[in-house]
Nanobody, 128 residues
Framework: QVQLVDSGGGLVQAGGSLGLSCAAS????????MGWFRQAPGKEREFVAG????????YYADSVKGRFRISRDNAVNMVYLQMNSLKPEDTAVYYC?????????????????????WGQGTQVTVSS
């Protein structure tokens, strides 16, 4: 069983920055590929960013590339999403996700079905 706790959401003006955190309770966290997804009202959950278990591989949705940065610290079981130059269309509930199934060293996964544990979500609202 893996528990993920998302935090760091809030209200920010367009052009501002926010940093999200995800704390994982798992002894084998360092072997999990991790991802961030988001879901806006009336829309499907969409991939935002992913990072391999080693941290050496990352991948971003085109909509956030160059503005968001995913990182992880396996020593403290944390994954982060730094969001810069935020836009109103970034408004959504953001979820971190863990893939506990075996992954390649540089494996990054972009589909929700690739992940088997999810955080509770944290609201990000960007005002225009």
């Amino acid at each position: 069983q893996v528990q993920l706790v998302d935090s760091g959401g809030g209200l920010v003006q367009a052009g501002g920055s926010l940093g999200l955190s995800c704390a994982a309770s798992a002894r084998t966290f360092s072997s999990y590929s991790m991802g961030w997804f988001r879901q806006a009202p009336g829309k499907e959950r969409e991939f935002v960013a992913g990072i391999s278990w080693s941290g050496g591989g990352t991948y971003y949705a085109d909509s956030v590339k160059g503005r968001f940065r995913i990182s992880r610290d396996n020593a403290v079981n944390m994954v982060y999403l730094q969001m810069n130059s935020l836009k109103p269309e970034d408004t959504a509930v953001y979820y971190c996700a863990a893939r506990t199934l075996k992954s390649s060293i540089g494996g990054v996964y972009t589909r929700a079905s690739h992940y088997d544990y999810w955080g509770q979500g944290t609201q990000v609202t960007v005002s225009s």
